[in-house]
Structure formats: structure tokens, C-alpha cells
């Protein structure tokens, strides 16, 4: 049985190989609304910070909520302006 | 539970999958955000149902951190304008960045804490469990006398700590710099080569120190090693960034939004949660080849944007001569008798905010029967596609956009070149001069068309501190002014035409 530290490195270097191969085809026309995009999903850390908030322990449970915070800024934020720029470039098709 | 749980996660993870690769089409691109987001709901979802199933949480806690960080991001995105793009993903990187440094930070307290709590209930002969909510099932195997987190989870946390941390101030001078508030110049220390070492050993060593030399009732030691982890990171962060240039942010920032992803898929690490080391190093991998394309545009090798000084030496602090300055009223009687049209987009089109000025000269143009067309460099604007956002904005159509390999043969058999505030890019020194810092850099050759105009506010160097060898030549005429009412009157003029 694997321990769990290197199952998660397969993840970890068969997941950049997969973002690697999707993404040298992205046109240069979109390389801003992928910046965008794929900074949103880096507010994934949204689920850890979750788990946190929760802790029974005051301290723990006080930085859990600022990174909840903080992740959703990063989430909501970059999602709706990513979706700004794309419906710009949608409007003439 | 754990079950329909983590099939949620999977589901996500493929969305996050789906979503990226629909990201490269423009005609998918929108749906491809919105399914995006809606991987990020579902994983929200999950994680909140897995919270709930552990035990007793603090909602009001958690409700009002997803409250806060909504509106603040919701008001930010919804009023930010287009110029202002690079800046606002840099600070959202930022908080990504935060956000996982925080998380470690939290589990490592919470950890430590719970582990107290198991040995004074041993010690005390109750068989009790603790709540351990989120931590991984291979770490609460090593319950008992040892802490919860194994030394695995020990360098995981130091790592996001740290990638988390630099993100995080990385992305807040890139802000800053892109913003104004600071100057774009470089600086640099003393021997900031070791100070960044140093710095980066006392974050990875304080934050694993954590976990290993802490004895049981000493909170106060935890607390002081997780502070030094954390600060250390937070200057690192700072010391990373300050010696970049303005005009390389935007590989900084591209570079950072590789970073945040990877600060994600640590934290992935320490809960063991794939969907988290999914996305977060798809994320990694977009940023880094984002970094690469930039790097390769400007034909430099990202240790040199990241680490080396400009060298200002040779003829560019000369003063210019020779410059030829006109008014719109050249500008429009020129552009009234070509027939094949470039324009050439710069930052100083975004900072004036001149794309919809732009547009309508284009269009009154095409309108006479002139072939227009504009040349995109790749590192034009302040964020690798800046100017193709920008243009969108003004409803520029796409088939005038060129990138620049497909258009640079044809500036010699174009009648004008219009550069509007464009200045690096255009320089024809980085193809001749060997002292030039920007020498190899591909550029846009505007001084091979039959006239150039140049509009800029000032003849004040370009980030390099270079002389533009565009600007003293005979075919070359500067018009001076803020990009917009430059291009707003020469519109007018060509209307007396």
C-alpha cells in the first residue's frame, strides 16, 4: 500500500502533465481570461479553509474564517471578472 | 457519506479538467468559466457537507467568511475597469496565496491542540475521541502519543506556509507596482541572492521545527515558530518581487499565479484531498506556461527578468536628436492618403484608456477604403493578452488582430504605422544594438513602414531606461499627448479631409 504522501505526488505530477498538454493550445487571444480563470480555481484551497472554520479550537477556527475570507475573494472575485472579459469577447460572434 | 463526498470531489475535478480545455476556444470560452464555477460550487457544497458530518461547527464562522470574501470579491470584479485587469488577478492571486498559508497555519494549531487533548484524556484512562474534522485517516492512525499531523504533513504545511506566503506579498508589490503606488524601478539589496536563501531556510526550518521540537504544554513556542514561518515567507514575498521591473510584472505575476496553484496543491497535501492537488497544479501548470510564452516573447530567460539588473551602459542615456514632433492635423492627412494601415497597441493605450478612441479612427478608416490592421506583440500591455482584452472591449473585430509573427513581414509594404504608446516593443535597437538590454527581443518594425507616428505623452524613457532609435528617425513623427485626445483629434481632423 502506497502512503497517501505518494499517491497524492501521482496526482500532483500526472495533473500538471494533463494542465500542460490543455493548455499550450490555448490561442493568445484568451491568455488573459485564462490567467483569470485558472486563479480562480487556485481559491480551491476554499475546501481546506472550510475544514478549518470548523474547528472546535477558537484559534484555529478565527484563521480558518480569514482564509475562508480570503479564498472567497479569490473565487468569487476572479470568477466574475473572468466572466466580464469573456463576454466581451462574445459579444461579436 | 465520505463516499457521495468524495465522488463530488472527483465530478469537480473533472469539471475543473473540462473547463480549462474549453477555455482555449473563444466560442467556448464563457460556458467553459461558468462550468468552472460551478465545479468550484459543487466542491464548496461537498466540503461543507463533509464539514457538517464531522461534528459540531462554528456556521456563524464559517457563514460570515463566505459572506465577506463574496462581496469583497463580487465588488472588486464587477467595478474593476479593463486597463485595471493585471493588477486586480494579481491581488486575487494574492489572496489565493493568503488564504493557503492561513489554512496550514490553522491546521497545525488545531492539530496540536487536539493532540493535547487526546493525551490528558489518556492520561486521565477515558477512551475519548476527539473531533478531528478534515484531518486525514493516516494521520489519526498515529494517535496516541504522537501529534496527529505525521512528519510528512510537517513539510507539507512548511511548503504551504511558504509558497503560500510569498504569493501573497509577491502578488502585493506586483500590485502595487503595476498600480503606481510604488515605483515600477528595480531595487535591490545587499546580497539579496543570500538574503532570499536565508529567508527561505528560516520559513521551511521554523515551520517544521513546529512540529518536532514543541513540547506538550508550550503553546506559546508553537505560536512564536508558526509566526517566524509565516513573517519570514510574508518578506520573502517581498524580497521575490522588488528587484523585477515594472514592465516584467506581468511575468511576476503570471509566475505567481503558478505559485498560488501550487500553494493549493500543498494544501492539498496536508488534508489528502486530490481534488485539491488536481486543480491546484493545473493551475500550477497554466501560470508557468503562461511564464514561459512571456519569457520566450521577449527572448530572455526567466532568471534574467526575475534576477538581473538592467545594465545601463553604452550610448542609452543619451539625449535624443533629431526628433521630429507634429500635430493630429500630419497624423490625418497622412492616414487620409495611405492605403494600408498598422496600428500598433502599447501600455500607454490602456493607461490612457484610448481603445474606443482607437476603434472609431479605425473604423472612419475603413470606412475610406484603408486596409487597417493591428499588430499585437506578446508582451504588449501588462499581461500576456492585455491588449486583446482591451481591443475586445472597443469591439475591435478579430480578423484585424494579428499577432505579431504574422504581420511583420508587412510593415514594409504598409504606408503608415501608428504606435500608440507603445515603446519597448517597437524599439529597432533590440534587432541591432548589442548593448541594448532589450537586444534579441523579437519586435514589431514600425520604422520599416513609410511613415511611423508615434503618440506618447512624453519622449521619457521606456521602463529600460533605453533611447527608442524609432523616434529619431526621418520617417518617424512624434505626436505628443494623452493617447486618447491625440486619436480623438486626429479623428476630427480626418473628418475635414
Known amino acids: 500500500m502506497l502512503s497517501p504522501l505518494l499517491i497524492g505526488l501521482y496526482v500532483f505530477v500526472l495533473a500538471v502533465f494533463v494542465g500542460r498538454e490543455l493548455l499550450t493550445k490555448v490561442p493568445h487571444t484568451l491568455h488573459t481570461p485564462l490567467m483569470s480563470g485558472a486563479n480562480a480555481i487556485s481559491g480551491i484551497t476554499i475546501v481546506g479553509a472550510l475544514t478549518c472554520a470548523s474547528f472546535g479550537s477558537k484559534p484555529a477556527a478565527i484563521i480558518g474564517m480569514l482564509a475562508v475570507t480570503a479564498a472567497m475573494i479569490n473565487v468569487v472575485g476572479g470568477y466574475l471578472v473572468t466572466d466580464r472579459m469573456l463576454k466581451k469577447f462574445q459579444r461579436r460572434d | 457519506m465520505q463516499t457521495l463526498i468524495h465522488v463530488t470531489y472527483m465530478v469537480a475535478s473533472v469539471l475543473f479538467i473540462v473547463g480549462i480545455k474549453r477555455l482555449s476556444a473563444v466560442k467556448t470560452a464563457r460556458s467553459a468559466n461558468a462550468i468552472s464555477a460551478f465545479a468550484m460550487l459543487l466542491a464548496i457544497v461537498a466540503a461543507m457537507l463533509d464539514i457538517a458530518h464531522q461534528g459540531e461547527i462554528a456556521w456563524l464562522w464559517v457563514g460570515m467568511g463566505l459572506v465577506a470574501g463574496s462581496a469583497i470579491g463580487a465588488y472588486l470584479a464587477l467595478t474593476v475597469r479593463m486597463e485595471g485587469m493585471p493588477e486586480l488577478v494579481g491581488f486575487f492571486n494574492g489572496m489565493g496565496g493568503l488564504a493557503s498559508s492561513l489554512v496550514a497555519v490553522s491546521m497545525s494549531i488545531f492539530a496540536w491542540i487536539a493532540w493535547g487533548e487526546l493525551l490528558s484524556a489518556q492520561t486521565a484512562g477515558m477512551t475519548t475521541t476527539v473531533g478531528v474534522a478534515g484531518l486525514p485517516e493516516a494521520a489519526a492512525e498515529t494517535r496516541g502519543a504522537a501529534p496527529l499531523l505525521t512528519p510528512d504533513n510537517a513539510i507539507t504545511i512548511a511548503l504551504s506556509i511558504l509558497v503560500g506566503g510569498v504569493t501573497l506579498t509577491g502578488s502585493l508589490v506586483a500590485w502595487a507596482k503595476l498600480k503606481g ?29 513546529a512540529f518536532f521540537v514543541v513540547p506538550l504544554g508550550s503553546i506559546t513556542l508553537l505560536y512564536q515558530l508558526l509566526a517566524v514561518a509565516v513573517v519570514a515567507s510574508f518578506i ?37 484531498n486530490n481534488l485539491l492537488i488536481i486543480s491546484g497544479s493545473l493551475v500550477g501548470a497554466a501560470g508557468m506556461i503562461l511564464t514561459i510564452i512571456m519569457c520566450r516573447g521577449m527572448n530572455r530567460p526567466l532568471t534574467n527578468v526575475l534576477f538581473a539588473k538592467f545594465s545601463l551602459t553604452g550610448g542609452d ?51 475610406r477604403g484603408v486596409n487597417v490592421r493591428y499588430a499585437i506583440h506578446e508582451v504588449a500591455g501588462r499581461m500576456p493578452g492585455h491588449m486583446n482584452v482591451l481591443l475586445a472591449e472597443a469591439n475591435v473585430p478579430y480578423d484585424q488582430l494579428y499577432k505579431r509573427e504574422d504581420i511583420e513581414a508587412d510593415f514594409k509594404n504598409s504606408d503608415v504605422a501608428v504606435v500608440i504608446g507603445a515603446n519597448d516593443v ?65 479623428s476630427e481632423e480626418l473628418k475635414q479631409q
Do not use: W
Open chain 2, 181 to 209: 503606488v510604488m515605483s515600477g524601478g528595480q531595487i535591490f539589496l545587499p546580497g539579496h541572492k543570500a538574503i532570499n536563501l536565508v529567508l527561505l531556510v528560516i520559513t521551511l526550518g521554523a515551520g517544521i521545527a
Open chain 2, 236 to 272: 520573502l514575498g517581498v524580497t521575490f518581487a522588488i528587484p523585477v521591473g515594472g514592465a516584467d510584472m506581468p511575468v511576476v505575476i503570471s509566475l505567481l499565479n503558478s505559485f498560488s496553484g501550487i500553494a493549493a496543491a500543498m494544501t492539498g497535501f496536508v488534508l489528502y
Open chain 2, 317 to 367: 542615456k543619451e539625449e535624443y536628436i533629431n526628433v521630429k514632433s507634429g500635430d493630429p492635423v500630419d497624423a490625418a492627412i497622412a492616414l487620409a492618403n495611405a492605403s494600408n494601415v498598422i496600428f500598433v497597441p502599447g501600455y500607454g493605450l490602456a493607461a490612457g484608456q484610448a481603445q474606443h478612441a482607437t476603434r472609431e479612427l479605425a473604423d472612419m478608416l475603413e470606412e
Open chain 2, 426 to 490: 517597437v524599439n529597432p535597437a533590440a534587432l541591432d544594438d548589442e548593448n541594448c538590454p532589450l537586444y534579441g527581443m523579437p519586435i514589431l518594425p514600425a520604422h520599416e513602414a513609410q511613415q511611423a507616428f508615434v503618440i506618447k505623452r512624453s519622449l521619457a524613457a521606456g521602463f529600460a531606461g533605453m533611447k527608442n532609435t524609432l523616434f529619431e528617425s526621418d520617417k518617424t513623427l512624434m505626436v505628443f499627448g494623452s493617447a486618447k485626445d491625440v486619436i480623438s483629434s486626429i
